[in-house]
């Protein structure tokens, strides 16, 4: 079994060997939604590795007789255990799968030691409900073989965190039952990013995708400290019908120290449009996509990255359903469709629309 | 809004031109007696359809179809909240100025008009099969009006021994007031449908908007759009022709020279005689066309001038001979046509929101074939025969010593012509001579100069007092004057350095050169792969369409016939710029954006 599984359209349906992360990520990546490039150390890594480095000899001793109340003593034996796994020697042909997959990310990036988020990707995850949500480790700006080495087994370690150490303490599963597979996934540097929602969140037109854009990363649009770039996007023409390009003043960039910092935009970047109109339309493309998907309005973050790996196109941060307009109930006020006559009444009486795009 | 364009009794008369009122009807000018209400008014100019000062006889047309226009919406239909469009001719040009119903009347016409327009809804395929026989008899019956010169002597058979009691100088008389009659008559029957066309399509418009603040109205016209439409018949004849010389092995006759010698080498063999038949049958009536509105008795139609038409051909030809696919793609059409209904149909919450959708589309999609079809058999096809019979009669006349060409009868107008013919006729009749020929020929010579000068200068976009918001749907539909055409009008000068704005008529995007033209007599001007910038474009310019990059236009709303076509062959197209003709250069790189109705200056 492979040590390593691309997100890419290869992507197996259905693997077990992911971890839950891995796997919706992978889903969306058969589905064909553009995510930031990277790759998943599968669970036959760490069982590998385990299998070498003798972990289960190391840590059952280690768990003995342990009471979950004692919370003192549970929190020294799994920073104990914690270390040993960070320090555990990988199996030859892992390593080799995860150095390699590393450098060929680097390779389509264009990016030497290109910075990565690596990620715990546990499968007990979802049989857990929620429980363990957060609870796994994430490293981010990782760069460099080693490093991503070494975050690899970080993530294996933590399996052993206090919490899910109790939790299967408590369920009375075998200590060595988890499993764990590792996201890297390539840290996304945004020349442009924001939102998109599948309806005009103004007025709840479902005919429009509203795009919000901004320079830098999309932090200053979602919280809101710039008054973003926004557009409407047609979803069935997909013509570009309002725009508005706004005086924008700060931005979100990745410091030198891999931190990401806020910084001024000079003056004449600033008035300067974040998106060309292909870009809109694409970013647009990428929304309706996910809504048919999911078949509702979906409020989604993205990003322009020109070192994605794919040429600079959009990349899919996070889709989510939109709750607020999608709640409300919807009528159309319809009078009897066969009493025509009436409604081309009132269209006659009734002021034209104003026109929107001037 | 605090600005206001210029009073109509401040525009000045321009040099050359004094005297342009004695050329049009009193009614049609303003004046001190009506200044109060004249002054209060909004006025637009109508370049649509007038893009050129008027020749006086041309007025007469002018006149019945404002007053047709009117009338249908006033007394005949009972539009609820909008009367007729009143009109004036100021140096020449064309002023028009939508009347509003008193708010206390608008429910009672409501009713009436719920009745009167719902028969015709009801009815409407019955109707409009009805509408286009009694148009052809109507066209039939001007063809067959006797407007040839008078006899030396009577027939002694069909006109003394008949014992029909008149003569030919009665006959002429009668024919020219007839002729007046049926003009007027193929006005009524062009509105008998035009203004309930646009009521069921402006209602599909109002639900669409409605339920989509934000869908383009392109995409509503895309939808309702039809394929087989007899406005491109003309169009797709001359492709018919092309592929069928192409098949006969005829190409070498069409090598450029003038349709007379074309014709010539064709009668030379059974095949070229077999592919004049075939034209001949085109011919009638679909080339019956303007290459302008049809407004004008100046613009060139198609059968008259066959070297127009030839030349498309030949240019088709070699087309074909580059292997290019000329038919329009009328199933890729169709399927992006359904394509976008069923994407918006399903954007809709429930079945019976998506029922009344699909109300509204069926009607506008019933109703829309005449408010793409009268174009060609009233404006193109009807006045086509009207200005042949004027041009025969004008004949007569200038034989007769009243004018040297028989153009000059336009120069006229229409009671005048009247007079003349009476002259002409007692003359005739005593003998005696007429007054006519030591009036008429320093007279026409006088109004030509006129007319010319009138014409060398450019029309005021609007008049008087602008409304705060315009409503009136028709004005907004046909001329695509809306509140902000007006306030555009009213700041021109803004944005001055980078561009200029319009319609988004037909959508994409186009960069070329400039090619700035007044008239199709320029066509061969046009070099492949420009972009057309004119004051007008009208539907008989469709050949070209297939070589340009895209087209931009003085005037002109989403619904007019020049946008239509646009859509139909895939051309951007940016209309009602109202400036484009004289900022635009010949040879200048713009940018065309027919989506959104810009053009860019690149240099």
């Given at each position: 079994m492979?040590a390593?599984?691309?997100f890419?359209a290869?992507?197996?349906v ?6 839950g ?5 992978g889903?969306l ?30 840590v059952?001793p280690?768990l003995?007789?342990?009471?979950p109340s ?10 104990g255990?914690?270390a040993i ?8 042909g892992s ?6 997959a590393y ?5 389509q ?12 990707s546990?499968?007990?995850e979802d049989?857990?409900?929620d429980?363990?949500?957060g609870?796994?480790?994430t ?9 991503v080495l070494?975050?690899v087994?970080?993530?294996w ?15 009375g599963l075998?200590?060595l039952?988890?499993?764990m ?19 005009n ?5 479902r005919?429009?995708i509203?795009?919000e ?9 979602v ?16 013509v570009?019908?309002?725009r508005?390009i706004a005086t ?8 030198g120290?891999?931190a990401?910092v806020?910084?001024a935009?000079?003056?004449a ?20 996509k996910?809504?048919?998907i999911y078949?509702c309005p ?5 990003a322009?990255d ?7 196109g959009?990349t ?9 307009w ?18 081309i ?6 002021p ?7 | 809004m605090?600005?206001r ?6 525009v000045p ?9 004695s050329?049009y ?9 009506r ?15 007038w ?5 006086p ?5 002018f006149?019945?179809?404002l007053a047709s ?16 469009i ?6 020449g040009y ?8 008193p ?9 009436e ?16 099969a009805?509408?286009l026989t ?9 063809e067959?009006?006797d407007l ?7 027939d ?11 003569g030919?100088g ?8 007839r002729?007046?009659?049926l003009a ?7 509105f008998e449908f ?11 418009f109002?639900f669409?908007k ?12 895309r939808?309702?759009a039809g394929?087989?439409v007899?406005?491109f018949?003309?169009?797709?004849e ?16 069409f ?11 064709l ?7 077999e592919?004049?038949g ?21 613009d ?9 038409p030839?030349?498309f ?10 292997g290019?696919?000329?038919?329009r793609p009328i199933q ?10 069923g994407e918006?149909?399903?954007?809709l ?12 589309l069926?009607l ?11 174009n060609?058999y009233?404006?193109?096809?009807c006045?086509a025969?009207?200005?042949?019979k004027?041009?025969g009669?004008g ?11 028989a ?8 009671t005048?012509?009247s007079e003349?013919?009476w002259?002409?006729?007692a ?5 005696a001579?007429?007054?006519g020929p030591?009036r ?8 030509a100069?006129?007319?010319s ?56 995007v186009a ?6 033209i007044?008239?199709p ?5 046009v070099?492949?792969?420009e972009?057309?910038?004119a ?7 469709a050949p070209?369409?297939?070589?340009i ?12 016939h ?18 484009a003709?004289s ?15 810009t ?5």
């Amino acid at each position: 079994m492979s040590a390593v599984r691309w997100f890419d359209a290869t992507w197996e349906v259905g693997c077990t060997d992911a971890g839950g992360k891995a796997s919706g990520l992978g889903e969306l990546t058969a589905q064909g939604l553009p995510i930031p490039p990277g790759f998943v150390v599968t669970t036959a890594a760490y069982h590998r590795s385990r299998a070498v480095g003798r972990l289960d000899e190391s840590v059952l001793p280690m768990l003995a007789g342990l009471d979950p109340s004692d919370l003192a003593d549970v929190a020294d034996r799994c920073a104990g255990i914690r270390a040993i796994v960070r320090q555990l020697p990988m199996d030859a042909g892992s390593e080799e799968q995860i150095r390699g997959a590393y450098r060929e990310l680097c390779r389509q990036c264009h990016v030497a030691d290109v910075p990565v988020a690596v990620r715990s990707s546990a499968t007990r995850e979802d049989s857990a409900g929620d429980s363990f949500a957060g609870e796994h480790d994430t490293y981010l700006w990782v760069r460099g073989e080693d490093d991503v080495l070494d975050a690899v087994r970080r993530c294996w370690a933590s399996l052993f965190t206090d919490r899910a150490t109790c939790y299967r303490l408590d369920r009375g599963l075998d200590h060595l039952s988890g499993e764990m597979g590792v996201v890297v996934q390539k840290m996304v540097q945004p020349r442009s990013a924001g939102v998109a929602f599948t309806l005009n969140p103004a007025n709840g037109d479902r005919s429009a995708i509203a795009i919000e854009s901004s320079w830098g990363f999309g932090e200053a649009v979602v919280a809101g400290e710039v008054t973003p770039d926004s557009f409407l996007v047609d979803k069935v023409m997909f013509v570009i019908t309002y725009r508005a390009i706004a005086t924008k003043e700060q931005e979100y960039v990745l410091s030198g120290a891999d931190a990401v910092v806020r910084v001024a935009i000079d003056a004449a970047r600033g008035e300067q449009s974040s998106l060309t109109d292909e870009e809109v339309l694409d970013v647009a493309r990428l929304a309706r996509k996910v809504e048919r998907i999911y078949s509702c309005p979906q409020d989604i973050e993205w990003a322009i990255d020109a070192h994605d790996g794919r040429g600079g196109g959009v990349t899919l941060l996070q889709a989510r359903p939109e709750t607020s307009w999608s709640r409300r109930p919807r009528t159309v006020q319809v009078e009897d469709p066969a009493d025509f006559m009436s409604s081309i009444v009132s269209t006659l009486m009734a002021p034209l629309h104003a026109r929107e795009d001037d | 809004m605090t600005k206001r364009f210029i009073s109509p009794f401040d525009v000045p008369t321009p040099a050359g031109a004094e005297g342009w009122q004695s050329l049009y009807s009193y009614s049609s000018l303003f004046s001190e007696g009506r200044r109060e209400y004249e002054d209060s008014r909004f006025w637009f100019q109508d370049g649509v359809h007038w893009p050129q000062a008027l020749s006086p006889w041309d007025a007469t047309l002018f006149e019945f179809a404002l007053a047709s226009l009117s009338q249908y919406n006033t007394r005949q239909l009972r539009i609820p909240a909008a009367n007729g469009i009143d009109f004036r001719i100021l140096n020449g040009y064309v002023y028009l100025s939508p009347v509003a119903v008193p708010a206390d009347e608008v429910m009672a016409r409501s009713v009436e008009f719920v009745d009167r327009a719902g028969f015709y809804y009801r009815s409407w395929n019955d109707l409009y099969a009805a509408w286009l026989t009694k148009v052809r008899a109507l066209i039939a019956e001007i063809e067959s009006l006797d407007l040839s010169a008078l006899p030396e002597s009577e027939d002694a058979d069909e006109v003394v021994k008949s014992g029909s009691g008149i003569g030919s100088g009665w006959r002429l008389q009668e024919g020219y007031h007839r002729l007046l009659d049926l003009a007027h008559k193929v006005w009524q029957f062009h509105f008998e449908f035009l203004n309930l066309g646009y009521a069921a399509y402006l209602d599909f418009f109002s639900f669409c908007k409605r339920e989509w603040p934000n869908i383009p109205d392109l995409a509503i016209a895309r939808m309702v759009a039809g394929v087989d439409v007899d406005l491109f018949r003309p169009d797709d004849e001359l492709k018919g022709l092309a592929r069928l010389a192409v098949d006969l092995g005829l190409e070498e006759a069409f090598d450029g020279s003038g349709a007379a010698d074309v014709v010539a080498r064709l009668e030379a063999s059974h095949d070229g005689r077999e592919w004049l038949g075939s034209y001949r049958n085109a011919a009638d009536p679909w080339f019956e066309f303007s290459t302008g509105s049809g407004f004008a008795h100046s613009d060139p139609v198609w059968i008259d001038h066959p070297d127009i038409p030839f030349g498309f051909i030949r240019d088709y030809i070699l087309r074909i001979r580059r292997g290019e696919e000329l038919q329009r793609p009328i199933q890729a059409i169709l399927a992006e046509r359904e394509r976008m209904v069923g994407e918006y149909r399903e954007l809709l919450p429930d079945a019976p929101s998506r029922a009344g959708f699909d109300t509204r589309l069926e009607l506008a999609r019933t109703v829309f074939p005449y408010v793409e079809n009268h174009n060609f058999y009233v404006e193109h096809w009807c006045h086509a025969v009207i200005w042949r019979k004027m041009r025969g009669l004008g004949g007569v006349l200038a034989q007769a010593g009243f004018w040297p060409d028989a153009d000059d009868i336009f120069l006229l107008t229409r009671t005048e012509v009247s007079e003349a013919l009476w002259d002409h006729y007692a003359s005739w009749a005593t003998p005696a001579p007429a007054a006519g020929p030591t009036r008429w020929p320093a007279e026409v010579r006088r109004r030509a100069a006129i007319v010319s000068a009138l014409r060398a200068r450019k029309a005021e976009p609007a008049l008087g007092i602008p409304p705060e918001v315009v409503t009136e749907p028709f004005t907004i539909m046909l001329w695509g004057i809306t509140s902000e055409s007006v306030s555009h009008w009213l700041r021109t000068s803004v944005d001055a350095g980078s561009g200029i704005r319009g319609f988004a008529a037909s959508p994409g995007v186009a960069e070329g050169l400039a090619r700035v033209i007044d008239s199709p007599a320029q066509f061969h001007e046009v070099l492949d792969g420009e972009i057309l910038v004119a004051p007008l474009t009208a539907p008989s310019w469709a050949p070209i369409f297939g070589r340009i990059g895209a087209t931009v236009t003085d005037t002109g709303g989403m619904m007019s016939h020049a946008a239509i076509v646009c859509r139909e062959y895939g051309l951007p197209a940016v209309t009602g710029t109202g400036v484009a003709t004289s900022r635009i250069v010949t040879g200048q790189r713009i940018r065309v954006d027919g989506t959104h109705g810009t053009v860019t200056f690149l240099e």
